[in-house]
């Protein structure tokens, strides 16, 4: 959309800023079929005002995909939360103790 003047000024239009094999690309997919999103009139001004996060579907960070439809590739999701959730509680349980003593 807005990357190839970009790369262009900063004189990074051979390694960037456009889709074309041997460049450097990050890349996502938007799911632009939200009511949220609609009616689009102007695509690029739904994108810039409408769109969230969870409206992206696929990833690709240079060239590697890391989340296909809404599906994170590289990382157990699962294994994260309950991470995070051990985390929280053990947070939760040193904050009570400061509390009590």
């Known amino acids: 959309m807005a ?3 970009g790369a262009k000024a900063l004189g990074l239009a051979n390694v960037c800023g ?3 094999v041997g ?3 990050d890349l996502i997919l ?3 079929n939200a009511a949220h999103i609609q009616p689009v009139n102007d695509l690029f001004s739904q994108i810039v005002h ?3 996060s969870s409206d992206v579907s696929t990833v690709m960070v ?3 995909i890391l989340m296909k439809n809404k599906e994170v590739l590289l990382l ?3 294994e ?3 991470q995070a959730q051990r985390a929280n509680r053990d947070l939760i349980k040193r904050l009570e103790e400061k509390r009590i003593s």
């Open 3 to 5: 990357t190839a003047g």
């Open 62 to 64: 240079g060239g590697r």
């Open 23 to 25: 460049k450097k690309a």
């Open 18 to 20: 456009s889709i074309d």
């Open 50 to 52: 409408c769109v969230k």
């Open 30 to 32: 938007v799911d632009i």
């Open 76 to 78: 157990d999701e699962g």
């Open 80 to 82: 994260i939360i309950y």
